[in-house]
Nanobody, 116 residues
Framework: QVQLVESGGGLVQTGGSLRLSCAAS????????MGWYRQAPGKQRELVAI???????TYPDSVKGRFTITRDNAKNTVYLQMNSLKPEDTAVYYC??????????WGQGTQVTVSS
């Protein structure tokens, strides 16, 4: 099973930017999609961004226009560029990989805190 390790989280002020990285221990080329999810305290985990093996991206309205997901197959790494951050973006962010239908592989998460 491919291991996913997130990095790049931290504390940032409202309006600031962060770039999260998700490094895989093996090839991500075989996954149909890579994604980022987040979970805030007391809330359910929610989708943040998805990128398919063909490069198609999907975002919820809450982050559309502010977040960008990219992938580097050569480096087996997925990135999440987050701009114009808001306090409501505060959460633990998880990287995930989808083999066919289910999101089978998950990272341990990285904390993002946006101060007001």
């Amino acid at each position: 099973q491919v291991q996913l390790v997130e990095s790049g989280g931290g504390l940032v002020q409202t309006g600031g930017s962060l770039r999260l990285s998700c490094a895989a221990s093996g090839s991500i080329f075989s996954f149909t999609a890579m994604g980022w999810y987040r979970q805030a305290p007391g809330k359910q985990r929610e989708l943040v961004a998805i990128i398919t093996s063909g490069g198609h991206t999907t975002y919820p309205d809450s982050v559309k226009g502010r977040f960008t997901i990219t992938r580097d197959n050569a480096k087996n790494t997925v990135y999440l560029q987050m701009n114009s951050l808001k306090p409501e973006d505060t959460a633990v962010y998880y990287c995930a990989a989808r083999a066919i239908v289910d999101w089978d592989n998950w990272g341990q998460g990285t904390q993002v805190t946006v101060s007001s």
